[in-house]
């Protein structure tokens, strides 16, 4: 049971503990927070008590330490935060209220809070609320995507589709010429357009399955890595290329999906080669909680101005030179996100690019 709160044993008595018992049960953040006022009466700050396992996950902050904080007392400017005004608003006024909020520096003067929360303030007594917090962040980040596969159809599926639509009109005027040269290139062009079209059905669908539910398990990379070098071998020996694996570790991941990024990385530094034969590194480090993981190749590279917008749905770098539709970074970072871990681009030193991601280093235990 989550330590006692002196106040709220005033308040409630003998219930304070059954109280405690059963919002300590809950999966979503609970938290109290009394009022402290000067001689006047006004609020002069607002001191935090109970707490729930729930919210000491969410803030990062242990149980033990999070009763008995003095908000202003800590961090002064706490005061101009809407959050901040909101508490002492329904203290004074004894309405609750509710209101979706976002955060995203990841540090408050409560705890560590990042992501998108539905937040119930409800009285409690005459100088306390209670906070109540349900986490929206994942459902609004699909709510978004699913913004993105609205204006993939309605952007990117569109012009395949007109130009397919265009190609057969003129095909079916020629007709009755029959297979003249030029009607068998109009042929070739709705073939043509008609697998485009696919490939970007295809890829939406792709995008739309990866990194939704992680099979999670140990993981030994350095052997998912020679299954993705094994089915790139041919593609390798056809460009005279080079792929270099250094030991890899075991971390704590979907198999699958995260060979897919693997697979994709790679792939992309044997395709974006440049006039020399392409050459690949993969290798790891530990970086505090994370092992990063590095994939440098000797290509053509990405444009600065780009490095973000790459691993956007359909978002090519290099526009029709090299053959894809631009799915397969937008895949690696939603996967990679839901490990997660995080992912980006930068300039190799001497050309070429290296794919940099992260994912959560095992607990010692784990």
Same mark, same amino acid.
């Given at each position: &049971?989550?330590? /006692?709160?002196?106040?709220?044993?005033?308040?409630?008595?003998?219930?304070?503990?059954?109280?405690?018992?059963?919002?300590?049960?809950?999966? =979503?953040?609970? !938290?109290?927070? @009394?009022?402290?006022?000067?001689?006047?009466?006004?609020?002069?700050?607002?001191?935090?008590? +109970?707490?729930?396992?729930? &919210? *000491?996950? $969410?803030?990062?902050?242990?149980?033990?330490?999070?009763?008995?904080?003095?908000?202003?007392?800590?961090?002064?400017?706490?005061?101009?935060?809407?959050? +901040?005004?909101?508490?002492?608003?329904?203290?004074?006024?004894?309405?609750?209220?509710?209101?979706?909020?976002?955060?995203?520096?990841?540090?408050?003067?409560?705890?560590?809070?990042? *992501?998108?929360? #539905? %937040?119930?303030?409800?009285?409690?007594?005459?100088?306390?609320?209670?906070?109540?917090?349900?986490?929206?962040?994942?459902?609004?980040?699909?709510?978004?995507?699913?913004?993105?596969?609205?204006?993939?159809?309605? %952007? =990117?599926?569109?012009?395949?589709? &007109?130009?397919?639509?265009?190609?057969?009109? #003129?095909?079916?005027?020629?007709? /009755? =010429? !029959?297979?003249?040269?030029?009607?068998?290139?109009?042929?070739?062009?709705?073939?043509?357009?008609?697998?485009?079209?696919?490939?970007?059905?295809?890829?939406?669908?792709? +995008?739309?399955?990866?990194?939704?539910?992680?099979?999670?398990?140990?993981?030994?990379?350095?052997?998912?890595?020679?299954?993705?070098?094994?089915?790139?071998?041919?593609?390798?020996?056809?460009?005279?290329?080079?792929?270099?694996?250094?030991?890899?570790?075991?971390?704590?991941?979907?198999?699958?999906?995260? !060979?897919?990024?693997?697979?994709? #990385?790679?792939?992309?530094?044997?395709?974006?080669?440049?006039?020399?034969p392409p050459r690949v590194t993969v290798s790891a480090e530990r970086h505090d909680d994370s092992w990063l993981f590095n994939v440098r190749d000797n290509g053509i590279g990405v444009p600065p101005e780009l490095a973000d917008d790459i691993f956007s749905?359909?978002?090519?770098?290099?526009? =029709?030179?090299?053959?894809?539709? !631009?799915?397969?970074?937008?895949?690696?970072?939603?996967?990679?996100?839901? %490990?997660?871990?995080?992912? @980006? /681009?930068?300039?190799?030193?001497? *050309?070429? $690019?290296? &794919?940099?991601?992260?994912?959560?280093?095992? %607990?010692?235990? *784990?």
């Amino acid at each position: &049971m989550s330590p /006692a709160d002196p106040r709220l044993e005033a308040l409630f008595g003998d219930g304070a503990s059954a109280f405690r018992t059963a919002f300590d049960l809950l999966p =979503d953040p609970v !938290g109290i927070v @009394w009022a402290i006022r000067d001689r006047s009466g006004a609020i002069a700050d607002l001191q935090t008590g +109970y707490s729930n396992p729930a &919210m *000491g996950r $969410t803030i990062g902050v242990p149980l033990e330490a999070s009763i008995g904080r003095r908000l202003l007392a800590e961090v002064p400017q706490f005061t101009e935060d809407e959050t +901040y005004q909101r508490l002492c608003r329904v203290i004074e006024t004894g309405r609750p209220e509710a209101v979706e909020i976002s955060v995203a520096s990841g540090r408050g003067p409560v705890g560590r809070v990042r *992501g998108t929360f #539905l %937040h119930r303030v409800i009285p409690l007594g005459t100088d306390g609320v209670l906070s109540l917090v349900t986490d929206l962040t994942e459902q609004r980040r699909m709510e978004d995507e699913l913004r993105d596969y609205a204006n993939v159809a309605a %952007h =990117d599926l569109r012009e395949p589709i &007109m130009a397919a639509g265009f190609f057969t009109d #003129l095909l079916a005027q020629r007709l /009755a =010429d !029959g297979r003249t040269p030029e009607n068998e290139q109009l042929l070739q062009s709705v073939r043509r357009t008609h697998a485009r079209a696919r490939t970007l059905v295809d890829g939406v669908l792709e +995008y739309a399955r990866c990194g939704t539910s992680l099979a999670v398990d140990a993981v030994d990379t350095s052997e998912l890595m020679a299954d993705v070098a094994a089915s790139l071998a041919s593609a390798v020996k056809r460009l005279d290329g080079r792929l270099e694996v250094s030991r890899l570790p075991t971390v704590r991941a979907d198999q699958a999906q995260l !060979g897919r990024v693997f697979q994709n #990385l790679v792939a992309n530094g044997l395709k974006f080669h440049a006039d020399e034969p392409p050459r690949v590194t993969v290798s790891a480090e530990r970086h505090d909680d994370s092992w990063l993981f590095n994939v440098r190749d000797n290509g053509i590279g990405v444009p600065p101005e780009l490095a973000d917008d790459i691993f956007s749905m359909f978002k090519r770098a290099h526009g =029709d030179d090299v053959e894809g539709c !631009g799915i397969g970074l937008a895949v690696c970072r939603k996967i990679v996100e839901a %490990h997660g871990g995080v992912i @980006w /681009a930068e300039p190799a030193d001497v *050309g070429g $690019t290296v &794919m940099r991601f992260t994912v959560p280093a095992p %607990h010692p235990s *784990g």
